[in-house]
């Protein structure tokens, strides 16, 4: 493979603050008012950060960072970042006995955090006595001064003058655990940047002072390598969202060009705008502005399936629409989309990656993969073939012109005693356009196929549907009717309650059954 140079994230926030200083570059919401910070600031708000941690110590840490996204957040992680420790995010959400064993497994020495996660903090440092330090980043003002008495004119000016091992570990980022243990994956700062100097192949979206709205956590490698780092190096200014509750207030406040989502967000925000339609006579063009403002142009998707049928209904109101694919044990980036993929695809591999298909498994080699799971060497071997590359676990396929297509998971497939392998995912993207089915999870069981589905029963109620059971029952039928035999669904098994989910929302697979 062809060796590359990237840039450190320090190379990157100094170049671009010397290029675009007082330009803004992030921007939220604090006490009701729009706070504006300059590429320059959020530079020395990140080296002040970087310089309070070094005076610590001179050991290599391993800092615990949870809170949600804002610009203390943003400043810690970078701080860490170019600090040369190890920075190791987690969701708010964690609980105190999860983080507990992934302090433990991770040997956390620091915790920031900030007022979402105190109570929990206080509590952490009874059962986590092996945590040196715990930094409290909730109040604004309380960081104002900690980048005040560490700023370039402080007589801790030169604890920033650092140089990082960009092959060394930068950030332990862990897994979701969907079938199991959770793994810590293990970064370079190589991983973490290089994942971004891609060559966009969509045309005039992401130019220099063009506005991207963050909505997704930043704990999550997606959203910070692309929300963060790679519009610190175009030079986009960047909105914070905040809660997800004030997502619509904040598309009309900042009206943004581009806006990474989920599908769930984006299949939201279209309902939005056709209820705005049926209720006040809108146009799309009207329906667009109402929702998002006047300038969006893009949404760029991932995290799950995404419905070709929204790529289409969004191009009705010229919004384009489409996914992109990856995974941390990659650095995150594998493919993008651009205007010339199919619907149907994940993007288009990124020039530094190379990909192939052996027995159905996409397989990667990229200078952003990982370093391996922490602590865990023979996990981390399995997921690489004798030749290095590394094992992606989707099934799938690519196009000539590098279009990537994904049809489900190696991990999920159901092997029925016919010898045939079924894709459980193939089965459940046949439900994405039937509403009446909120969550779908099929699996194997004594060698049939059975569809467990939380249904929608706001929904059925609305639509004056008594028997939600025999509604789904009478679906599935039109389904086999049309299915291969491998893909008959013998049994429908209707829940009361969702379906278990991971934190990071993705639902729990059941372990597949092989008869």
Same mark, same amino acid.
């Given at each position: 493979?062809?060796?590359?140079?990237?840039?450190?994230?320090?190379?990157?926030?100094e170049?671009?603050?010397?290029?675009?200083?007082?330009?803004?570059?992030?921007?939220?919401?604090?006490?009701?008012?729009?706070?504006?910070?300059?590429?320059?600031?959020?530079?020395?708000?990140?080296?002040?950060?970087?310089?309070?941690?070094?005076?610590?110590?001179?050991?290599?840490?391993?800092?615990?960072?949870?809170g949600?996204t804002?610009?203390?957040?943003?400043?810690?992680?970078?701080?860490?970042?170019?600090?040369?420790?190890?920075?190791?995010?987690?969701?708010?959400?964690?609980?105190?006995?999860?983080?507990?064993?992934?302090?433990?497994?991770?040997?956390?020495?620091?915790?920031?955090?900030?007022?979402?996660f105190?109570?929990?903090?206080?509590?952490?440092k009874?059962?986590?006595?092996?945590v040196?330090?715990?930094?409290?980043?909730?109040?604004?003002?309380?960081?104002e001064?900690?980048?005040?008495?560490y700023?370039?004119?402080?007589?801790?000016?030169?604890?920033?003058?650092?140089?990082?091992?960009?092959?060394?570990?930068?950030?332990?980022?862990?897994?979701?655990?969907t079938?199991?243990?959770?793994?810590?994956?293990?970064?370079?700062?190589?991983?973490l940047?290089?994942?971004?100097?891609?060559?966009?192949?969509?045309?005039?979206?992401?130019?220099?002072?063009?506005?991207?709205?963050s909505?997704?956590?930043?704990?999550?490698?997606?959203?910070?390598?692309?929300?963060?780092?790679?519009?610190?190096?175009?030079?986009?200014?960047?909105?914070?969202?905040?809660?997800?509750?004030?997502?619509?207030?904040?598309?009309k406040?900042?009206?943004?060009?581009?806006?990474?989502?989920?599908?769930?967000?984006?299949?939201?925000?279209?309902?939005r705008?056709?209820?705005?339609?049926s209720?006040?006579?809108?146009?799309?063009?009207?329906?667009?502005?109402?929702?998002?403002?006047?300038?969006?142009?893009?949404?760029?998707?991932?995290?799950?399936?995404? $419905?070709?049928?929204?790529? %289409?209904?969004?191009?009705? !109101?010229?919004?384009?629409?489409? &996914? *992109?694919?990856?995974?941390? =044990? @990659?650095?995150?980036?594998?493919?993008?989309?651009?205007?010339?993929?199919?619907?149907?695809s994940?993007?288009?591999?990124?020039?530094?990656?190379d990909?192939?298909?052996?027995?159905?498994?996409?397989?990667?080699?990229?200078p952003?993969?990982?370093?391996?799971?922490?602590?865990m060497p023979?996990?981390?071997?399995?997921?690489?073939?004798?030749d290095?590359?590394?094992?992606?676990?989707?099934?799938?396929?690519?196009?000539?012109?590098?279009?990537l297509?994904?049809?489900?998971?190696?991990?999920?497939l159901?092997?029925?005693s016919?010898?045939?392998?079924?894709?459980?995912?193939?089965?459940?993207?046949?439900?994405?356009?039937?509403?009446?089915?909120?969550?779908?999870?099929?699996?194997?069981?004594? $060698?049939?196929?059975?569809? %467990?589905?939380?249904?929608? !029963?706001?929904?059925?109620?609305? &639509? *004056?549907v008594?028997d939600v =059971? @025999?509604?789904?029952?009478?679906?599935?039928?039109?389904?086999?009717?049309?299915?291969k035999?491998?893909h008959?669904?013998?049994?429908v098994?209707?829940?009361?309650?969702?379906?278990?989910?991971?934190?990071?929302?993705?639902?729990?697979?059941?372990?597949?059954?092989?008869?």
């Amino acid at each position: 493979m062809k060796d590359y140079s990237f840039p450190s994230v320090r190379e990157l926030l100094e170049s671009r603050a010397e290029k675009s200083g007082d330009s803004i570059f992030l921007k939220f919401i604090r006490n009701g008012e729009v706070v504006s910070k300059t590429f320059e600031q959020v530079r020395d708000d990140s080296l002040a950060f970087c310089r309070m941690i070094r005076n610590e110590t001179d050991e290599k840490l391993h800092i615990a960072l949870i809170g949600e996204t804002g610009y203390e957040y943003i400043i810690s992680l970078t701080g860490i970042l170019i600090s040369g420790n190890v920075s190791v995010p987690f969701s708010p959400e964690t609980t105190v006995e999860e983080a507990t064993a992934l302090f433990k497994q991770a040997d956390i020495d620091v915790l920031v955090y900030d007022s979402v996660f105190a109570e929990k903090a206080e509590k952490l440092k009874e059962t986590c006595p092996f945590v040196k330090k715990f930094i409290n980043i909730g109040d604004y003002k309380d960081m104002e001064e900690i980048f005040k008495k560490y700023s370039a004119d402080s007589e801790y000016a030169s604890l920033s003058g650092y140089e990082v091992d960009k092959d060394a570990c930068a950030a332990i980022i862990f897994t979701s655990g969907t079938t199991g243990k959770r793994k810590g994956v293990m970064l370079s700062t190589n991983s973490l940047v290089g994942n971004i100097m891609y060559k966009d192949l969509c045309e005039d979206v992401f130019c220099e002072g063009d506005v991207a709205l963050s909505i997704l956590p930043m704990y999550h490698t997606f959203c910070f390598t692309g929300d963060f780092i790679k519009n610190l190096k175009d030079g986009l200014q960047v909105c914070l969202n905040g809660n997800l509750r004030d997502l619509q207030t904040n598309l009309k406040i900042f009206e943004p060009k581009v806006v990474r989502v989920v599908p769930m967000i984006a299949d939201t925000l279209l309902r939005r705008m056709k209820m705005l339609q049926s209720r006040r006579k809108l146009t799309n063009e009207e329906a667009v502005e109402e929702v998002f403002g006047k300038n969006i142009r893009q949404l760029i998707s991932g995290g799950a399936y995404l $419905n070709p049928e929204l790529c %289409e209904e969004y191009a009705e !109101y010229g919004i384009f629409l489409r &996914q *992109g694919y990856g995974m941390t =044990e @990659a650095g995150c980036r594998i493919s993008v989309p651009d205007e010339k993929i199919e619907l149907s695809s994940v993007g288009r591999i990124i020039e530094i990656c190379d990909a192939r298909v052996m027995n159905g498994e996409i397989q990667v080699n990229t200078p952003t993969v990982m370093m391996g799971y922490y602590k865990m060497p023979e996990e981390t071997a399995e997921m690489f073939t004798e030749d290095g590359w590394l094992k992606t676990g989707d099934i799938g396929h690519i196009t000539e012109d590098r279009q990537l297509f994904i049809t489900g998971r190696v991990k999920n497939l159901i092997i029925l005693s016919s010898g045939e392998n079924v894709s459980p995912e193939a089965i459940e993207k046949k439900f994405a356009n039937y509403p009446l089915a909120k969550e779908v999870l099929v699996c194997g069981v004594d $060698n049939r196929i059975v569809a %467990e589905i939380f249904p929608d !029963y706001e929904l059925a109620e609305k &639509q *004056g549907v008594e028997d939600v =059971e @025999a509604e789904l029952n009478e679906f599935v039928d039109s389904l086999n009717v049309k299915a291969k035999a491998s893909h008959f669904i013998s049994e429908v098994v209707v829940r009361d309650t969702p379906l278990e989910k991971t934190g990071s929302g993705k639902i729990k697979r059941k372990e597949t059954v092989i008869k």
